[in-house]
């Protein structure tokens, strides 16, 4: 059975469509179309960019010839004197490793330092470091790596002649003869 359908007042407004009722949805609006063209615009400001650096380098080059004189005479001694100091410091540095007979890698590390007191005092204990190490490291020490349970090179060169592995037994005596060359 269907229902009856109101009588509609002439002067009432429309009613609004029922949601989710296809045949009365409006369609959504399309976005409005811009017609800026952004290569464009982008070229333009690019342009501009370029205006103005060469209009920067012309105002640096107008402020360097309104210098006096004596302005650029002062901009050239501070050049000179830091080139000056640099390499003092460097003439510095190299003569105390040269002093201490450094290495290059500790001479580097001296370029850190600006005081020549510290300099001094890290390259003397560098090379007293250094000196330290050659000593210990050329010294020969007596069943180095062996543990106490390792038997000594004589037993274990007639352990290897018993077994009959004379390979074996050759290197352990060419061993024991270059240790005592040694």
Do not use: F, Y
Request: no cysteine; net charge negative; hydrophobic share 40%.
């Amino acid at each position: 059975m269907t229902q009856p359908i109101p009588p509609t007042d002439p002067a009432a407004p429309p009613a609004p469509p029922a949601q989710g009722d296809p045949a009365t949805a409006t369609p959504p609006a399309a976005p409005p179309s811009d017609p800026t063209d952004w290569k464009a615009e982008a070229r333009k400001w690019e342009a501009r960019a370029k205006a103005n650096n060469a209009a920067a380098d012309e105002l640096t080059a107008i402020k360097d010839a309104q210098k006096t004189e004596a302005e650029k005479v002062a901009e050239r001694l501070a050049a000179a004197e830091k080139t000056a100091a640099e390499a003092t410091a460097r003439v510095l540095r190299l003569n105390v490793a040269l002093e201490n007979k450094l290495t290059k890698e500790d001479a580097a590390l001296l370029d850190a330092i600006t005081d020549e007191t510290a300099m001094r005092a890290l390259a003397a204990r560098l090379a007293q470091q250094a000196q330290t190490t050659a000593t210990t490291v050329g010294a020969h020490v007596p069943n180095l790596g062996q543990t106490p349970d390792t038997p000594t090179l004589d037993a274990q060169i007639a352990d290897a002649e018993a077994k009959g592995d004379t390979r074996r037994a050759i290197q352990l005596k060419t061993r024991k003869l270059m240790e005592a060359h040694k």
